[in-house]
């Protein structure tokens, strides 16, 4: 077909002349038929000689084209028989078709045909080539040699052949890049940040004439620590390191999961308080500035978290490794007054400033936000509660604030109100939550350009983007402690609040500490106490936590469902009909179990409208939040959360046992 195409075009003049000669002498039939007569033999004699030098030239042309693709065969068969690499063809189902002598050398075996790739080299998998859609080449170890394998799928012309299609493989050895690869991977430097988290309590709590000994075992230890991954040490502060050593030790410090955390928790030389590092690793730096910087990052955030743990940071990726101690309380109240100060100077350059914490809001995010309301109008400064709606654990309040100071309902907006009248100049202050998306309008923080974030949250991987001001403090029982310190410096030691002010405050510091029980140090009292004075009556504030028969009931039947899984410490239940009130019953429900004899930790799965809620509770054995983090929750040691999408409630459950599992043999280990 293509090559009519190409004579037609190359006798297309032809044919015209000859239709002008036939059109002359049909009009010279009408005038002199006798000399048309002979101008038709004529006319005869060129049609018959332009069809024969036309048909030569095609039996010429082919003949050409023939030969031209015989010696391209055979070239093509040359080429692929003396390939300088191995080469080899399969079936679509791995069955070996062919093969040249280049693959027999590196196979070392013989009469492989019709045998099956898989048998021949058992590390090569037929499925990354046929399931695969993008990728034209793979990895494959064979006889302790790396190989790059190149493939093409083939259709196959069906009347030369019984098959579909082949597949092409060309194998490049690519051993030595691989071995370069690996040793300039082995050699990259890691910087490590380590600091004694509680270096000052205990110095503090240690017999002077022992503080000597005790520093001593410390730089010991982390000598001991450096010797073992070949690095060097140095200590810049009194209570912070560096190391730097090659990466090809990182995998086994992981493997140990920085058992430089438990040594240090081990000694004892006098100190009443246990030694805790925060430990901080930046990987994968293109310089060692870099890394340095993914190293401060690193180390940030396991102070975020409350010390006692490592966190390696590998460009954007972030392992977590210990934090299974409680964070230390920070005796000295200087940051809560520098705090104090800083915020006090964001209120004022403000237009407006709106707050709030995290979606579903409980009472301690509630009533965190109520106690910065009222610095904010301490300060004569236009500000708002941003809250997307009432749920049950917050309306006991929501609705007494209503009824009796309904002037303050003007100070609640939805996040929509607030997305309308933000502007750049104004301040958003973040209660109680670190992650943008679970606040209740992460496109607030978009709009603004000032962010202040108060929480007592471990800190997780996902965070507020370059907040201006941080105060993160694990240590803190709740969001509404690290408020009311904050306050009484605010307004100069003085207990002016509002009543109401005092006793949200007061409900928020109440529900996290589960009525001062968990997570409740000397400064959750001093701060209680703060508000005691400041008119907060406790009656009032118990009344706030009522609940109506039907969800007590609930409840109830919550706890009736509980069973033990793993090491007989830990209780599992749930409630299958969605309800209102799932998530308040959830927690109150996983405090419940925790009064059984024998349980160190519960969690309750609720469904919702959107999602599967698991709460979680621990009586500090058993870090709950470690847990939840495989599930991409978080929160504390003891209280802890996490919102599973797109799951039915038995899938949770499944995911949730598994994650309880992984994190027993993780402290087995």
């Known amino acids: 077909m293509a090559n009519q195409k190409i004579f037609k075009f190359l006798n297309f003049n032809n044919k015209i002349y000859l239709w002008i000669i036939g059109i002359l002498i049909l009009i010279l039939f009408f005038y002199e038929p006798i000399i048309a007569s002979v101008g038709v033999?004529?006319?005869?004699?060129?049609?018959?000689?332009?069809?024969?030098?036309?048909h030569l030239r095609k039996v010429e042309w082919t003949r050409y084209i023939e030969g031209l693709m015989e010696e391209f065969d055979s070239a093509t068969k040359y080429a692929v028989l003396n390939l300088p690499i191995p080469f080899m063809m399969l079936e679509i189902d791995g069955t070996i078709s062919w093969y040249n002598p280049k693959f027999s050398e590196i196979s070392e075996k013989k009469?492989?045909?019709?045998?099956?790739?898989?048998?021949?080299?058992?590390?090569?998998?037929?499925?990354?080539?046929?399931?695969?859609?993008?990728?034209k080449s793979i990895d494959v170890i064979f006889k302790d040699r790396n190989y790059k394998v190149l493939y093409n799928i083939v259709k196959v012309n069906k009347k030369?052949?019984?098959?579909?299609?082949?597949?092409?493989?060309?194998?490049?050895?690519?051993?030595?890049?691989?071995?370069?690869?690996?040793?300039?991977?082995?050699?990259?430097?890691?910087?490590?940040?380590?600091?004694?988290?509680?270096?000052?309590?205990?110095?503090?709590?240690?017999?002077?004439?022992?503080?000597?000994?005790?520093?001593?075992?410390?730089?010991?230890?982390?000598?001991?620590?450096?010797?073992?991954?070949?690095?060097?040490?140095?200590?810049?502060?009194?209570?912070?390191?560096?190391?730097?050593?090659?990466?090809?030790?990182?995998?086994?410090?992981?493997?140990?999961?920085?058992?430089?955390?438990?040594?240090?928790?081990?000694?004892?030389?006098?100190?009443?308080?246990?030694?805790?590092?925060?430990?901080?690793?930046?990987?994968?730096?293109?310089?060692?500035?870099?890394?340095?910087?993914?190293?401060?990052?690193?180390?940030?955030?396991?102070?975020?978290?409350?010390?006692?743990?490592?966190v390696v940071k590998k460009i954007d990726k972030l392992s977590f490794y210990g934090g299974k101690s409680k964070a230390v309380e920070k005796r000295t109240k200087v940051k809560a007054r520098v705090m104090s100060h800083a915020l006090r100077q964001l209120i004022d350059q403000s237009d407006k400033v709106f707050i709030m914490g995290h979606k579903v809001g409980d009472m301690d995010s509630f009533g965190a936000s109520i106690g910065v309301l009222s610095a904010v109008k301490y300060r004569n400064t236009e500000g708002y509660i941003v809250l997307e709606g009432i749920n049950p654990s917050i309306r006991n309040l929501y609705d007494r604030i209503k009824e009796k100071n309904p002037d303050y309902m003007d100070n609640i907006i939805t996040p929509e109100e607030a997305e309308e009248i933000a502007t750049k100049e104004s301040l958003c202050v973040v209660v109680d939550v670190h992650r943008p998306k679970s606040t209740e309008a992460p496109r607030l923080l978009d709009i603004m350009d000032k962010v202040v974030l108060i929480d007592h949250h471990r800190r997780g991987a996902e965070f507020i983007k370059d907040p201006t001001l941080v105060y993160l403090e694990p240590y803190a029982s709740s969001a509404s402690e690290l408020i009311t310190e904050i306050l009484y410096y605010l307004r100069n030691e003085k207990m002016d609040i509002e009543k109401f002010e005092a006793e949200a405050l007061l409900a928020g510091i109440t529900v996290d500490?589960?009525?001062?029980?968990?997570?409740?140090?000397?400064?959750?009292?001093?701060?209680?106490?703060?508000?005691?004075?400041?008119?907060?009556?406790?009656?009032?504030?118990?009344?706030?936590?009522?609940?109506d028969l039907k969800t007590f009931i609930m409840k109830a039947e919550v706890v009736?469902?509980?069973?033990?899984?793993?090491?007989?410490?830990?209780?599992?239940?749930?409630?299958?009909?969605?309800?209102?009130?799932?998530?308040?019953?959830?927690?109150?429900?996983?405090?419940?179990?925790?009064?059984?004899?024998?349980?160190?930790?519960?969690?309750?799965?609720?469904?919702?409208?959107?999602?599967?809620?698991?709460?979680?509770?621990?009586?500090?054995?058993?870090?709950v939040q470690l847990i939840l983090e495989k599930l991409g929750g978080g929160g504390h040691l003891t209280v802890a959360g996490a919102q599973l999408d797109n799951i039915d409630l038995d899938e949770a459950i499944e995911q949730l046992e598994k994650a309880i599992i992984e994190y027993l043999k993780e402290g087995e280990e």
């Open 41 to 54: 033999l004529i006319l005869a004699y060129l049609i018959y000689y332009h069809w024969k030098n036309v």
């Open 111 to 135: 009469d492989i045909l019709e045998k099956n790739i898989q048998d021949v080299i058992p590390t090569f998998n037929i499925k990354d080539i046929t399931e695969e859609e993008s990728n």
């Open 160 to 310: 030369t052949s019984n098959k579909d299609y082949l597949i092409m493989l060309y194998w490049l050895d690519n051993t030595n890049f691989t071995i370069l690869k690996e040793k300039y991977n082995d050699e990259k430097m890691n910087v490590c940040l380590i600091q004694v988290d509680n270096y000052n309590e205990v110095i503090k709590d240690t017999p002077e004439a022992k503080r000597p000994i005790v520093l001593a075992e410390i730089d010991k230890k982390l000598n001991t620590f450096t010797s073992k991954v070949n690095g060097f040490l140095t200590k810049y502060e009194s209570d912070k390191y560096i190391i730097v050593f090659e990466n090809k030790y990182l995998d086994n410090l992981e493997s140990k999961k920085f058992d430089i955390l438990d040594d240090m928790r081990a000694i004892n030389q006098g100190n009443n308080i246990p030694v805790t590092l925060s430990v901080g690793v930046g990987v994968n730096g293109k310089t060692p500035l870099q890394s340095y910087e993914f190293a401060k990052g690193a180390i940030d955030i396991a102070l975020g978290r409350g010390g006692d743990q490592a």
């Open 513 to 547: 500490t589960k009525s001062f029980t968990f997570k409740t140090g000397v400064r959750t009292f001093e701060s209680a106490s703060f508000l005691r004075r400041a008119g907060a009556d406790t009656t009032s504030v118990r009344q706030l936590f009522q609940d």
């Open 560 to 623: 009736e469902k509980a069973r033990i899984v793993g090491n007989g410490q830990i209780a599992i239940s749930s409630m299958e009909k969605q309800s209102e009130d799932a998530v308040l019953i959830a927690a109150q429900s996983a405090d419940d179990l925790l009064n059984i004899n024998g349980i160190a930790a519960s969690f309750v799965l609720v469904p919702t409208e959107t999602n599967v809620h698991i709460s979680g509770r621990s009586l500090g054995d058993i870090s």
